[in-house]
């Protein structure tokens, strides 16, 4: 019997594999859909994926440089982009999950390593 080297999964482009710390959240789109998935976090950008109540998919990636501020508060996570829409984010994880992922987007935003 032979194996093979890698697995059948294909690799997306962009993406920083062995390098992204995910966390389960939820969060509306500008439209006011509310989506449910997780954030990763990658050297450069935090990514949402995740999908609706409908079953449709969505998927967002915010370089750290579009990410104006970012603060945790009664529960939910609010982050501010410099040219979009502001999103709030709740947490489906763990508890403490929300205060640690503000802390790591604050680390990379403040250039440092999370």
């Given at each position: 019997m032979k194996l093979r080297a890698s697995s059948d999964a294909a690799r997306l482009p962009g993406r920083e594999a062995g390098s992204m710390q995910t966390y389960a959240v939820y969060w509306n789109e500008s439209d006011g859909e509310r989506c449910a998935g997780r954030v990763?976090?990658?050297?450069?950008f935090a990514e949402l994926d995740?999908?609706?109540?409908?079953g449709e998919l969505r998927s967002l990636r915010i370089?750290?440089?579009?990410?104006?501020?970012v603060r945790y508060q009664h529960g939910r996570l609010h982050l501010w982009r410099r040219n979009r829409?502001?999103?709030r984010l709740g947490s489906a994880d763990r508890p403490g999950a929300l205060?640690?992922?503000a802390e790591r987007l604050k680390s990379q935003l403040a250039g440092g390593v999370a």
């Amino acid at each position: 019997m032979k194996l093979r080297a890698s697995s059948d999964a294909a690799r997306l482009p962009g993406r920083e594999a062995g390098s992204m710390q995910t966390y389960a959240v939820y969060w509306n789109e500008s439209d006011g859909e509310r989506c449910a998935g997780r954030v990763s976090l990658g050297l450069s950008f935090a990514e949402l994926d995740g999908g609706t109540s409908e079953g449709e998919l969505r998927s967002l990636r915010i370089g750290y440089d579009e990410i104006a501020s970012v603060r945790y508060q009664h529960g939910r996570l609010h982050l501010w982009r410099r040219n979009r829409a502001p999103l709030r984010l709740g947490s489906a994880d763990r508890p403490g999950a929300l205060r640690e992922l503000a802390e790591r987007l604050k680390s990379q935003l403040a250039g440092g390593v999370a």
